[in-house]
C-alpha cells in the first residue's frame, strides 16, 4: 500500500530555514499531485503548495509563495518542502499527501512533522 513518511521537522529560530522530506513508497506516482499542508494547534489544516510529479510543476499558497519551494527526486521517490526566512507563523505540524491528477481529494497521507518557529 501507498506509504508516505515526512522527516526533517525541527526547532529554527525566526529567519532561519528547514528542509524537509517526504519519502513515498508502494507505488508509482507519475499520475500524482504530491503536495504538503501544514495544521497549527487550534486551526484548520491549511493548503501549502503541491508539484505534479510527472511534469515537475508546482503551486504555492499565496502565505508561503517567494520562501517554500517544493521539489523531487524521482530516483529516491521523495518530495522536499525547502522552507527559507521561517516566520512564527509558519509553527505547524506539516504532513505530505497524495492524490491522483483525476482526483479533487488527497488520498494518501503521512504521519507529520512537527516544525516549530521561535527565538
Known amino acids: 500500500q501507498v506509504q508516505l513518511v515526512e522527516s526533517g521537522g525541527g526547532l529554527v529560530q525566526p529567519g532561519g530555514s528547514l528542509r524537509l522530506s517526504c519519502a513515498a513508497s508502494?507505488?508509482?506516482?507519475?499520475?500524482?499531485?504530491m503536495g504538503w499542508f501544514r495544521q497549527a494547534p487550534g486551526k484548520e489544516r491549511e493548503f501549502v503548495g503541491h508539484?505534479?510529479?510527472?511534469?515537475?510543476?508546482?503551486y504555492y499558497a499565496n502565505s508561503v509563495k517567494g520562501r517554500f519551494t517544493i521539489s523531487k527526486d524521482n530516483a529516491k521517490n521523495t518530495m522536499y518542502l525547502q522552507m527559507n526566512s521561517l516566520k512564527p507563523e509558519d509553527t505547524a505540524v506539516y504532513y505530505c499527501?497524495?492524490?491522483?491528477?483525476?482526483?479533487?481529494?488527497?488520498?494518501?497521507w503521512g504521519q507529520g512533522t512537527q516544525v516549530t518557529v521561535s527565538s
Open positions: 499527501a497524495a492524490r491522483g491528477i483525476t482526483r479533487s481529494e488527497y488520498d494518501y
Open positions: 508502494g507505488r508509482t506516482f507519475s499520475s500524482y499531485f
Open positions: 508539484i505534479r510529479w510527472s511534469s515537475g510543476n508546482t
